[in-house]
């Protein structure tokens, strides 16, 4: 499904662009900053959805509304800071042709999640309302049966130090990267977005924060985005929990980790980087014990050699390897199932 945003605010421009850029056929064609731009924009190149902002100069989302659907219709979801706040606004567009209305998700707040999952839920209600699926059921189940027999993943946990050592790996691998990568860095979720786009600018791999209704993509690095905790449910997606709520690494490797080991049929490659504590260590043994290939950084190459110590002294570790090497492994690995594919 095509979608287009309508927002004159960068960091809630930002927020739509990386939930929508997450999700396997849902595809951004466009943005604008005002009404004025999103109806020359859509005339020259129409969505099939706009997810339209409320307040913006110029000209503002209920005008919009109202010329796009006089001229170039198409469906449009009112997303914006508060509706309750701008109710007359919303019934003035869905009056004007707007199918329905939803807060704009704010990334560094306690309920990004739900409202996240809130927004996800109306779109793929309108897509199925304009019969456009976003998708497919042969291609999701196609999509779904080769996640469960052939798709790789690296699944990476860090702390302290970790920035630096997950941009040495990742600056080393291919645009065509034969692997889903999913990464859980102890990071402040109010510095999770900066983080996500800093990384995004080592390596040639796209990087974003995983939403939830996720699913892991070969070529794509999703990066935990909360300080709640991200793990891998029973259909396959991500989510983020709050527990246990008295875990003192947040996020935790642990609870990723042993997600992956509990509802991952098939055998990735689990790495632990730098950092202080003893998080990812039982994760890291758990993936090993579903016969995952595991990694631990060694102490020479560690800013803080405290993860990885505590999973070498568990023998959760296959290889211990410098940062260096463990960019080798991944790129011997995945070159060779990458030909045979």
């Given amino acids: ?69 006089k001229n170039s219709p198409c469906a449009i979801l009112i997303v914006t800071k508060n509706t309750q706040d701008n109710i007359s606004k919303v019934y003035a567009a869905m009056g004007y042709g707007a199918l329905d209305a939803v807060d704009t998700p704010v990334i560094d707040t306690e309920n990004f999640p739900e409202m996240t999952d809130k927004l996800l839920g109306k779109i793929a209600r309108i897509a199925k309302l304009i019969k456009t699926s976003s998708v497919p059921s042969k291609i999701k189940l196609e999509s779904q049966n080769k996640l469960l027999t052939s798709m790789q993943i690296v699944a990476i946990g860090s702390s302290t130090g970790g920035p630096k050592a997950l941009a040495a790996i990742l600056s080393k691998l291919p645009a065509n990267f034969n692997a889903a990568i999913a990464i859980v860095q102890h990071v402040d979720g109010n510095f999770s977005s900066g983080f996500a786009d800093w990384l995004n600018q080592q390596t040639p791999l796209p990087v974003r924060l995983a939403v939830p209704g996720d699913r892991l993509q070969k070529g794509i690095v999703l990066v935990a985005g909360t300080n709640d905790h991200l793990y891998l449910k029973p259909d396959l997606t991500l989510a983020y929990t709050k527990n246990p709520l008295d875990y003192p690494y947040r996020p935790s490797v642990d609870v990723f980790f042993k997600s992956l080991g509990q509802h991952w049929k098939n055998k990735g490659t689990g790495i632990l980087l730098t950092g202080m504590g003893k998080d990812g260590a039982e994760g890291l043994n758990a993936l090993k014990i579903q016969g995952w290939h595991t990694i631990a950084q060694n102490q020479e190459s560690c800013i803080v050699y405290g993860m990885p110590k505590a999973a070498v002294e568990l023998n959760a570790a296959v290889q211990i390897l410098s940062l260096e090497s463990i960019a080798a492994n991944l790129l011997q690995t995945f070159a060779i199932k990458s030909h045979r594919s």
């Fill in 1 to 69: 499904m095509k979608i287009a945003i309508v927002n004159d605010t960068l960091v809630a421009l930002n927020t739509l662009r990386r939930i929508i850029q997450a999700v396997p056929y849902y595809q951004l064609i466009w943005t604008a900053k005002n009404g004025h731009e999103a109806i020359s924009k859509c005339q020259v190149n129409p969505p099939d959805l706009i997810l339209m902002d409320l307040v913006m100069p110029m000209m503002d989302g209920v005008e919009a509304t109202h010329q796009i659907m």
